[in-house]
């Protein structure tokens, strides 16, 4: 398959094709997700929550996320990179945004970076892209916002230079208004559907990995977490019954 680019990406649009995009944190999973067909990989902020056990998600650095961008970017050939911009960076002002969103490019390997609350940072999208980074401008449908102001929201935005933009909680009238309104491609994280452009889950919780779905059932195309119990279960009863483990030397 041919390496995704941002023309790519908005051709497909044109032509009404789905964008498929993961959020992944780690060279392997990259690595399949790649393999699998997805066109946008995302490094998400969202990994002190979701996979580093952290309560507070502000508290990732921008440090942190150029070294887990890096090993997503080693291991994704054919998709697209993507990137989050911390929250402590983007607080920080104009400048600090833009020196952020460089060095995820050149040091991380990103091809994008995303922007949350890019509603109210136009100004920030702009300059970034001027610096020669693409821009994913996420915003969302918050409460009180009628369907032509969301559209404007999306047009401020387009305006401003984004490259994609991430809409979230969109819905169907919304989000259908939003991705006709706007030549660039809609993506749809958290409360997106078919009506956008294209969707972006967790790898984690696409897979069911969490531990959360040893309890329970999880709305996931697998249960990833109980696959790897039943493994760990049984390599554990190897070791205490003295049998040679699986992939160990044998003699």
Known sequence: MAKVTIPALREMKRNGRK????????????????????EIVSVGDSIGVNLWGRSDPSEITLDEMIIVCKAVSRGT?????????????????IDVTVEGAVRLVRE???????????????????????????????????????????????RRLEAAAATLLDFKHSGPLAGAAVAKAVSIPVIGGMGGGPWLDGRVRLVHAAIGYAAAALDSDVDSYANVARMTLDALKAYTNDVHEGRQIKGGVRV
């Open 19 to 38: 964008i498929a995009g993961v959020v992944a944190w780690d060279f392997h999973v990259a690595q399949i997700a790649d393999r699998a067909g997805v």
């Open 77 to 93: 050939s054919r998709a697209i990179v993507s990137c989050d911009l911390p929250p402590d960076t983007i607080r920080a002002g």
């Open 108 to 154: 991380g390997g990103a091809k994008l970076v995303k922007l949350d609350g890019a509603t109210e940072l136009p100004a920030a999208v702009t300059a970034i892209e001027r610096s020669g980074v693409s821009v994913f401008a996420q915003f969302e449908a918050a409460a009180g916002k009628t369907v032509e102001q969301l559209v404007n929201d999306a």
